[in-house]
């Protein structure tokens, strides 16, 4: 018998026969890993597994190949204290369903991990500043997925000061003198992701949103199946972006 104990964030639950669940867990050393739940759609459990949920855990499987089955504790439930405030129940929902979407199953992401866990605890505290750490952290999923942007200087003229866009074919970022007639057809990069501090304005944050989302829909999805980003995201972003609603769509 195979066994490890930790514990991790709850991205998905769904009901497997009568009575139990299969669910997706996120932990620092196992990454996301699967179980099967046994009494997990009960009257007693169900509460218990929504997404985001902290749980303790244990695992266990004859062989390692096997999907297994958990046994949880809860720890802390975060989805029960939001339901007040739809945008950041959005977020704490668009973080889950990016992390079962994005990640492979079985493979450590201890960075990741952290960051997922940090944002999630700062959503729920309502902490100053939580949207701009949301961004950052799409940001940090894109790098963690292979992915990354460069955003530290000029593609085109190897500048570190102006960057205002990026190009949405390479994920470089470009200054206002490289970009010369082609600004109109790059991507706007908000001032808050290219150095500078301080709160994003309400269309810095729908910018950042856009050009995350640009390359969540056009490079992480295809080298996924081209399965389609979850419905969570664009919820969050909409939120989020408020009047410019539309920032998580890719251009």
């Not at 706007?188 to 309400?202: D, H, M, Q, Y």
Request: one cysteine or more; proline letters at 7%; hydrophobic letters at 45%.
């Amino acid at each position: 018998m195979i066994r490890w104990r930790g514990e991790g964030i709850l991205l998905t639950a769904r009901r497997h026969g009568e009575t139990a669940a299969i669910v997706e867990v996120f932990t620092r050393a196992q990454g996301r890993h699967a179980g099967v739940v046994r009494g997990g759609a009960g009257r007693r459990m169900a509460p218990i597994l929504q997404p985001g949920a902290q749980l303790a855990l244990e695992w266990q499987a004859r062989l390692d190949a096997h999907i297994g089955s958990f046994r949880v504790e809860p720890l802390r439930d975060r989805a029960g204290g939001l339901l007040g405030d739809p945008a950041a129940l959005a977020a704490l929902r668009s973080v889950t369903a990016l992390l079962a979407f994005a990640l492979p199953e079985r493979a450590a992401h201890p960075g990741l991990y952290a960051r997922s866990l940090a944002l999630l605890d700062d959503v729920v505290a309502g902490a100053p500043g939580w949207p701009l750490a949301y961004l950052r952290w799409e940001l940090a999923l894109l790098e963690e997925s292979g992915f990354g942007l460069d955003l530290s200087h000029c593609a085109a003229t190897g500048a570190t000061d102006e960057l205002a866009f990026v190009s949405p074919k390479t994920g470089r970022a470009v200054s206002r003198a490289g970009a010369g007639e082609w600004a109109d057809r790059l991507l706007p990069l908000p001032a808050v992701l290219s150095g500078e501090s301080g709160a994003p304005a309400p269309a810095d944050l729908a910018d950042g949103l856009r050009l995350t989302g640009h390359f969540l829909d056009r490079w992480l999805a295809p080298a996924l199946g081209d399965r389609p980003i979850p419905e969570a995201r664009a919820r969050c972003a909409a939120l989020l972006a408020g009047p410019r609603g539309q920032a998580g769509m890719a251009p």
